[in-house]
């Protein structure tokens, strides 16, 4: 029967390449909203993870935006008083209390991510460095601007300093790769925030016992304390919502796909009348034409299901990387998202065939050859 | 295979619309019969053709193949016996443009789930001398070729009877003799039974049997 499709297709050649074009479209936008969702839930993950805090002090204000700021590397405006780090240490069950202030600041010219931290900061971050000396700046960092040890990188903004490069971090595919990272003093100077701290990493000496730590920081003045797990699921909730808005809108698309096909295949049983006549005046039973009918679309939907997961893989290689919450997301490609999309793909070719099926089946050879 | 028309009338339409294009026939047509259906156009010649190739089914009387009564016979078994027995060669050809000429004598082969159709294609194209023209399409061939690829067609399933509705209607004299020869050595060489509905007197005669039909009877 392949053949007598394959026949049929070729002298249809237009008609056919936009049902193919139309479904691939639909198959395309979900296999790039599937691998791009699964890729900025990922750069969620990490860069939660990665801070490898077990609790977040926070300024007050929106929590959400001030973690999506600090993870960003960019000054919310909101700010945590520096006094306060003795308090905080002198907390019972806080081991380690890392200091953290973040800005946007000229590095040799460029805009780029100031980190200002203490040398605390490489207990909860694994860069594999003995000290946080001069400037350690991370691996797209060095690439964008042709850095490498032992350059001095001039880091501007309310004042101004040189300093040498120390390290270049190896590649972390996180936001450190994007950071200039120096000591807390000189990051306070240069953004303009004496005194002033964006947040501060707090590891506990008894891991079970973070949330009672987390409540006695919580009661101190001028700060909140988030475990960093409650940022993450609170966020993951807010993308989920974001993703369910989009699937719903690929999901119209590809109805209205349904529909543009099944306008297509209607059409196409109204142009064929001649040649379903003839194939039942042959001895094509109902079932036949039917089969006939459903076997197109299924095949059409099926090649425009495989032409739109290549179009969406190459989407998605070309799309900006930054996602919605300004992290670098990679997409997260998964066989089961090409399964998903190609029985998206099937369900539109049968969806699309049965009523133009049903027609098609439904000629009377003798009324289409009295017609001829 | 013996197909056989009893007192068939059909009617056409509803109420003060309808009218009959057929009634009262009585007519059989077998392996080795060949019968010519004459008249005028509108004079129920047609129908009669497509009572006998079991395409439609009478409104009063009986069509019984080989003395089975085809009104009782669902869709799938009508269409298996247009399938396997009966051959259909119309005026027009009627061949799918998007094919080659072997594809066209191939698809009833296909329909009926025939092994090792394209040799036997080849075969009956060979049978009515296109064994050059096999990956040639039909607006590729003359008027003539393409009704002797749908003779090929017709002859596919290795029917029991040809119905020809106009065979040589489209062609010129020449070529419509050629045709006609062809149909009438089948006949003659391979008993295939044929029936031709034609308006002409000329190519009516070459039957065994000819049936007149006018307003809708046979006269």
Not at chain 1, 270 to 280: A, D, M, N, P, V
Not at chain 1, 340 to 352: F, T
Not at chain 2, 56 to 79: A, C, H, N, W, Y
């Amino acid at each position: 029967m392949s053949w007598i499709i394959f026949a049929n297709a070729r002298k249809r050649k237009v008609r056919v390449a936009m049902t193919v074009g139309g479904i691939a479209i639909g198959v395309a936008t979900l296999f790039a909203l599937l691998s791009l969702s699964a890729g900025i839930e990922n750069a969620l993950d990490r860069e939660i993870s990665g801070m490898g805090a077990h609790i977040l002090l926070l300024p007050e204000g929106c929590p959400y935006e001030l973690t999506l700021a600090l993870m960003q590397g960019s000054d919310a405006f909101e700010h945590i008083p520096a006094e306060l780090l003795p308090d905080i240490r002198a907390v019972d069950n806080v081991a380690l209390a890392v200091p953290v202030v973040v800005g946007k600041a000229k590095v040799n010219g460029q805009l780029s991510s100031v980190y200002g931290t203490t040398q605390e900061i490489l207990q909860v971050r694994q860069w594999g460095i003995d000290a946080l000396e001069g400037a350690v700046i991370g691996s797209d960092v060095a690439e964008k601007l042709g850095l490498a040890v032992g350059d001095i990188v001039t880091i501007s903004l309310y004042t101004s300093v040189e300093l040498p490069i120390t390290h270049v971090l190896d590649r972390t595919y996180g936001r450190d790769d994007t950071f200039v990272f120096v000591a807390l003093s000189v990051a306070q100077q240069v953004l303009g925030l004496a005194d002033r701290l964006s947040a501060v990493l707090i590891r506990t000496e008894v891991v079970t016992e973070s949330t009672r730590t987390q409540y006695t920081l919580a009661r101190m003045s001028d700060i909140q304390a988030v475990p960093p797990s409650d940022i993450f699921e609170r966020l993951m909730e807010l993308f989920a919502s974001i993703k369910q808005t989009l699937i719903l809108i690929t999901g119209i698309a590809i109805v209205a796909g349904v529909m543009t096909t099944m306008n297509t295949m209607t059409m196409a049983v109204f142009e064929r009348k001649k040649e379903i006549g003839i194939l039942r005046a042959l001895g094509s039973t109902k079932f036949n034409v039917f089969k006939l009918f459903v076997t197109e679309s299924l095949l059409l939907s099926l090649v425009g299901g495989v032409v739109g997961l290549i179009a969406g893989y190459v989407a998605t290689l070309f799309l900006p990387k930054t996602s919605g919450f300004g992290l670098e997301a990679t997409p997260q490609f998964s066989p089961i998202y090409v399964v998903i999309c190609l029985i998206v793909a099937i369900l539109v070719g049968v969806a699309s065939s049965l009523y133009p099926a049903m027609s098609a089946a439904r000629t009377q050879p003798i009324k289409t050859l009295r017609e001829l | 295979m013996k197909i056989d028309l009893l007192n068939v009338s059909k009617a056409y339409g509803q109420g003060e619309a309808q009218f009959w294009a057929l009634k009262d026939a009585t007519v059989s047509a077998t392996e080795g019969d060949f019968i010519s259906i004459v008249g005028p156009s509108g004079s129920g010649k047609s129908t009669m053709l497509h009572i006998f190739g079991c395409l439609d089914k009478p409104t009063e009387g009986e069509v019984r193949v080989d003395d089975q009564l085809i009104s009782t016979f669902s869709d799938q078994q009508m269409s298996r016996i247009r399938r396997d027995h009966i051959g259909f060669v119309f005026q027009q050809y009627y061949l799918n443009a998007s094919m080659t000429a072997l594809q066209n004598v191939l698809l009833p082969m296909q329909l009926a789930g025939v092994k090792g159709g394209k040799e036997k294609a080849a075969a009956a194209l060979e049978t009515v001398g296109l064994g050059g023209k096999l990956r040639s399409y039909p607006a590729q061939l003359s008027g003539g070729e393409q009704q002797r690829v749908a003779i090929a067609r017709a002859l596919a399933n290795a029917p029991s009877i040809v119905l020809a509705d106009e065979p040589t209607g489209s062609l010129d004299t020449a070529t419509g003799k050629n045709v006609l020869d062809m149909l009438m050595a089948l006949n003659r060489e391979r008993n295939l039974g044929v029936v031709i509905v034609t308006h002409d007197e000329t190519v009516a005669q070459k039957a065994k049997h000819m049936i007149h039909v006018l307003d809708g009877r046979i006269s």
